[in-house]
């Protein structure tokens, strides 16, 4: 069965450093998303992406927040000047069109800011 | 402010019982609605999702929507000690590609 792929599964990190988080979402799907989850929270909705634009975005994706589809393929998170409160697991996840269909959640990574 | 709200447990059930996990929202123009289940550590995984008002059932899930009541249920049959887990209650709204989540419930199916 097709699966939405993530890369790292663990990335550790210095405060202040940028990081890019990696996603490749199942192919014949045109909708992307990334959502965070803070140790023992909820998970919460950052940003969905389609036609190499983004559609929607919380307000937790401000600034520091990018996303890019840079390939066919890979669907990117950056993450510039990371703070402490950063750290959570990064899901990412596709659906073959918006809002009714179901979103597939890759494994996701792992972000500790030291 | 859209809200999801599950009780967040934990639901203890006997192999082999009914589980019935629960979820209201807020936002009335809410559209479809999603269970998703999360062992510890991992990521969501997808169990049912469900549109329209009345019961749809897969395998041993059956998912419950009453729009009216602003409800939805996931009712687990002949549960087993793997259906352990967190199970999610997502909702998105109208016109908009995000998921609301709730807390989640985390369920424990006694042996």
């Known amino acids: 069965e097709p699966e939405v792929t993530q890369t790292p599964s663990h990335q550790v990190t210095q405060m202040g450093q940028e990081v890019i988080l990696r996603c490749v979402p199942i192919?014949?799907?045109?909708?992307f998303y990334w959502y965070r989850q803070i140790l023992g929270q909820k998970v919460e909705f950052l940003v969905s992406f389609y036609n190499n634009e983004i559609s929607e975005k919380s307000e937790i994706f401000d600034d520091q927040f990018s996303v890019e589809r840079p390939d066919g393929s890979n669907f990117t998170l950056k993450i510039r000047s990371t703070k402490l409160e950063d750290s959570a697991m990064y899901f990412c996840a596709s659906s073959e069109r918006a809002g009714t269909q179901p979103q597939h959640f890759g494994d996701g990574t792992r972000l500790s800011i030291l | 402010q859209k809200e999801v709200e599950q009780n967040s447990g934990p639901l203890s059930v006997p192999e082999g019982a009914i589980a019935s996990l629960n979820c209201t929202y807020s936002d009335r123009g809410s559209q479809s609605f999603f269970w998703y289940r999360q062992y510890s550590g991992k990521s969501p995984e997808l169990i049912m999702f469900?549109?329209?008002?009345g019961d749809k059932e897969d395998g041993r899930f059956t998912a419950q929507l009453n729009k009216a009541s602003q409800y939805v249920s996931l009712l687990i049959r002949d549960s087993q000690p793997s259906d352990s887990a967190t199970y999610l209650c997502a909702v998105t709204g109208a016109g908009s590609y995000q998921l609301t989540f709730g807390k989640g419930t985390k369920l424990s199916v006694i042996p």
């Open positions: 469900i549109y329209s008002n």
């Open positions: 192919s014949n799907h045109l909708y």
